[in-house]
Structures are given as structure tokens and as C-alpha cells.
């Protein structure tokens, strides 16, 4: 039974299967970390753009119209110089022919057939609206002086020839008499220091002590004024009550009226230069803007004491017994 006895035939061995083994690459070869994708970048919204270009299109335009301002300041500035050169020239020649004559003969005459001073009549003879001169020594002052009494601002912004200027021309007040005792002057207080854009110096009592002197010629006369005063004014409304309204003044008819526009002028004045004066003598008042308040005003005051007329003394001493 043992030798009968079979071997039970043994179980194959079950192989287990690898796993796999991922290769290993070389560190060369590694592949990079991906980078996230860059987001859209954001469109300009319109209305930034629209801003933009309107800037640019102010600062073009701002750009513009300062050098058109400052081409015309240029050109008046030009013009007014040339005036003066002719008047300058003018007074040259006439004292030249002074010199120049002999003892036998008579010197040019002052004065044109018309009776003009012979510096000014041929700027009148353009222009008949010019009436008068006005140079202040020391300064760059020297401009003609206009008065149009049809329309008294008629030369607020416009130039000798009439043309159209930023800085008009100097003009006298409204019922300006060049017989008379009073004159008011007016010019703007320009930025480029051009008409009376100097004025305001005399807020100073040495810049008034250094350039004393005003000289403002009528078409027949020479005449040198010296300051007397200087203040601080404004346009006042109908209804303001108690103020000094130097620019409604037309001529001294009488005493009362000089002494109250002098006891005013003195009261306001900014400094005191001792300079006297009295009834009789002439007064011209230099007036321009001011931004110290609403609608300022700055006013020099000068004074001259007139020549006396010959013919007049010798009238009286012909009456004389």
C-alpha cells in the first residue's frame, strides 16, 4: 500500500509581479514648473482717455493764447516806444536848430502855426484826440495822453491809432478842460510794468522822494507837477455815503471845493511829503487799478503852481493910473 501510495503532485510557485519602477531621469532633463498665465491686462476705460486728450487740448490752447498775449503786449509796447522816439526826435531837432542859429538869426519857433508845441503836432495832426504828454522822469513813462469827449473810454483798450490794444492808451476824465485847474489821468495797472503798471511804486514815501516830479504837457503848454500825495481809493456804489469819490471832481470853481478835495487827499494819504499847495495852483491825478479790494484803485496826487500870464500882468499894469 506504501509503494502504491502517489506523491501529490506540489502546487507551482505563484511569482508575484513587479511594480513598476518609474525611471529616473537626468536632473537636465527635469521638466519646469509650469507659471500660472499672465491675466489680460486691463483696457484703458474711455472716459480716462477722453480726459486726457481734453488736458492736452487745454494746455495746447492755454499754450496759444499766451503767446498770442504776449506777441501783442510786445507789438503796443513797440508802438508806444516809436511814439516817443518821434517826440524825443522832435525836441532834438528843435534845439539843435537853437544852437545851431546865429546871433542875426531867429531860432526855430516853439510852437507850429497852429499853435501846438512844435514836439506834438504831428502826432495831433494824425490823431486829434491827442491831448497832451505825460512822462514821469526816472521811469518808463512816457506816453501820450488822449481825450475823446464823445466817448471818454473810448481809448480804454484801444491804441494811439485807434486800433484794438490790451493796453489802451492813457486817457483824461470826462469834462477835462485843458483851460482848467484839475485833470484826471487814467492807465492800466498792465503786469508787463508798461503804462502805469509802475504807478504803485509810490506807495513807497522814498520812491516818492526819489521821482518827485510829473510832467504832463497839454498841445500849448510844458508842464512839470510835483507829488503831493498818494492813496489807497475805490469806485464806491451809488448808495455808499461818506467816502471820497476823487473821479467825480471836474474843475475847482471855487475855494471850498479845493479845499475840501486837499483836506481828503490828506487824510487818506499814505505818507506825508510836505509839499504845500493852494487855491490856484493846478492839480493832475494819475489814477489806475488796484486789487487791495474790490474795484481798488491806486491815485497818485501831484500840484503845480501856474506860470503867470504875461500878457495878463501887463493888462493889469496898463490899467493902472
Not at 485833470?183 to 514815501?205: K, V
Request: hydrophobic share 30%.
Amino acid at each position: 500500500m506504501d509503494e502504491e501510495k502517489q506523491t501529490a503532485p506540489s502546487q507551482p510557485e505563484q511569482i508575484q509581479p513587479e511594480e513598476p519602477q518609474t525611471p529616473e531621469l537626468p536632473s537636465e532633463e527635469i521638466p519646469p514648473e509650469e507659471t500660472p498665465p499672465t491675466p489680460p491686462k486691463k483696457r484703458p476705460l474711455p472716459w480716462r482717455r477722453y480726459a486726457m486728450f481734453l488736458c492736452l487740448a487745454i494746455f495746447l490752447i492755454s499754450g496759444a493764447l499766451l503767446v498770442r498775449d504776449l506777441t501783442q503786449s510786445s507789438k503796443e509796447q513797440e508802438a508806444n516806444h516809436n511814439l516817443a522816439q518821434r517826440v524825443r526826435q522832435a525836441k532834438l531837432d528843435l534845439s539843435s536848430g537853437d544852437d545851431e542859429a546865429s546871433e542875426e538869426e531867429e531860432p526855430p519857433p516853439k510852437y507850429a502855426p497852429n499853435g501846438n508845441l512844435f514836439q506834438y503836432d504831428a502826432l495831433w495832426q494824425e490823431n486829434h484826440d491827442l491831448a497832451g504828454w505825460l512822462r514821469i522822469p526816472g521811469t518808463d513813462v512816457d506816453l501820450p495822453v488822449m481825450n475823446n469827449p464823445a466817448d471818454p473810454e473810448f481809448y480804454l483798450r484801444r491804441a494811439f491809432d485807434g486800433s484794438r490794444a490790451t493796453s489802451g492808451c492813457l486817457f483824461l476824465n470826462e469834462g477835462y478842460r485843458p483851460d482848467g485847474n484839475f485833470a484826471i489821468i487814467y492807465g492800466h495797472n498792465m503786469n508787463n510794468g508798461t503804462m502805469f503798471g509802475e504807478l504803485d511804486q509810490y506807495r513807497s514815501a522814498d520812491y516818492a522822494k526819489e521821482h518827485p516830479t510829473v510832467c504832463f504837457d497839454t498841445l500849448t503848454e510844458e508842464r512839470e507837477y510835483t507829488v503831493l500825495a498818494a492813496f489807497n481809493g475805490k469806485v464806491y456804489r451809488q448808495n455808499d455815503t461818506g467816502v471820497f469819490r476823487y473821479y467825480q471832481y471836474r474843475n475847482f470853481d471855487d475855494e471850498a471845493e479845493f479845499d475840501e478835495f486837499l483836506s481828503q487827499v490828506r487824510r487818506i494819504a499814505l505818507y506825508d511829503t510836505g509839499v504845500e499847495t493852494h487855491y490856484g495852483d493846478q492839480i493832475v491825478v494819475l489814477s489806475t487799478c488796484s486789487y487791495h479790494q474790490k474795484n481798488g484803485r491806486f491815485v497818485v496826487v501831484a500840484c503845480r503852481t501856474p506860470e503867470p500870464d504875461p500878457e495878463a500882468d501887463s493888462a493889469e499894469e496898463s490899467e493902472e493910473p
